[in-house]
C-alpha cells in the first residue's frame, strides 16, 4: 500500500506491552471498529517470555498490518520506543498504552494538529475507565494535559491537570500544554529521532514530559492537547512506580510554560 495513494500521512502505532495481552486485546478491537484514518500499522514490542501478546496479534492480523518485535526479556522503555520507530513505515508515530481504552475516532483529529510545523507532539484527554464506550457515566479526568508547579524550594514539578468529574470539562480547553502523556503521544518520526527519542529516566510518565520539553528547546515545538473529546483510562495498580505523586496544585503555583 503506497502512502502517496493517500490525502493524509500514515501512522505508525507503537506500543511497548508489559505482559498486558488483554489489555492489547481491548485497545485493537476499539480502533479497528472506531478508526477511520488510514494508512496505519502497528508495531507492537513484547517484553514477556511467553507467547499470549504473540496470540493476541495473530487474532488481528487479517484486520491490520501489525509488526511483532518481541525482545523476550524486559527492557527499558526508551530503547524499545527507538527500536519501534527505526522500524515504522510511516512519518507519523503514535505511542500508546496498553491501558487505554479506544472509544472515540480521535486519530484524524490528532493528525490534523499535527499538520500544524508548529507543533511537535499530540495528546489527547484521559477520562477514568467506566466500563464501557459510554462517556457521562459517574467518573473523574484523569489526563487533560501536564502542568508545570513550583515547590517552596524554588524547583518544579510536573503534574496531570485531572477533574474530579466528568461534568466539569467544560473548564478545560484545549490547547497548547508543556507535556502530554506518554499514555497516548503522537509525534514526527523525524521529530522523535532528531532529539533522541525517550531518555532513559525512572518513571514512564517523566520520559514523556522529558520528551516534549526536547521538542520545545531543540525545535521550538510545541505540545497540544486535545481536550474537546477523549479515550478512556484504566487506572493503574497502586504499587505502579511510574505515576506521578504530587496533587495538582493551587492556582497562583502552577505555570503554563
Not at 484524524?108 to 495528546?123: F, H
Amino acid at each position: 500500500m503506497l502512502l502517496d495513494s493517500f490525502k493524509k500521512p500514515g501512522v505508525s502505532i507503537i506500543n511497548i506491552n508489559l505482559n498486558q495481552p488483554n489489555h492489547l486485546d481491548r485497545f485493537l478491537e476499539g480502533f479497528i471498529e472506531k478508526n477511520s484514518h488510514h494508512p496505519v500499522e502497528f508495531i507492537i514490542v513484547d517484553h514477556s517470555y511467553d507467547n499470549k501478546v504473540e496470540k493476541v496479534i495473530n487474532k488481528w492480523s487479517e484486520e491490520t498490518y501489525i509488526l511483532y518485535l518481541n525482545r523476550q526479556q524486559a527492557r527499558n522503555f526508551s530503547s524499545s520506543a527507538k527500536l519501534a520507530a527505526g522500524r515504522a513505515l510511516y512519518p507519523y508515530l503514535l505511542f500508546f498504552s496498553s491501558r487505554v481504552i479506544y472509544t472515540a475516532n480521535i486519530l484524524p483529529e490528532a493528525v490534523n494538529k499535527l499538520e500544524d510545523q508548529k507543533i511537535g507532539a499530540v495528546g489527547v484527554r484521559l477520562d477514568e475507565y467506566c466500563g464501557g464506550p459510554v462517556l457521562g457515566k459517574s467518573g473523574c479526568v484523569e489526563h487533560a494535559g501536564i502542568k508545570f508547579a513550583r515547590e517552596e524550594n524554588g524547583l518544579y514539578h510536573p503534574y496531570r491537570v485531572k477533574l474530579s468529574s466528568l461534568e466539569e470539562v467544560k473548564k478545560i480547553k484545549s490547547g497548547i500544554y508543556p507535556a502530554a502523556s506518554k499514555d497516548f503521544l503522537m509525534c514526527r518520526k523525524e521529530d522523535f529521532q532528531e532529539v533522541g527519542g525517550f531518555s532513559q529516566i525512572n518513571g514512564l510518565e517523566y520520559e514523556a514530559v522529558d520528551f516534549c520539553l526536547k521538542l520545545k528547546k531543540k525545535l521550538g515545538k510545541q505540545t497540544y492537547c486535545i481536550n474537546n473529546c477523549s479515550l478512556q483510562l484504566e487506572e493503574e495498580q497502586s504499587d505502579s512506580k511510574h505515576k506521578f505523586i504530587k496533587d495538582e496544585p493551587k492556582k497562583d503555583k502552577s505555570i503554563e510554560q
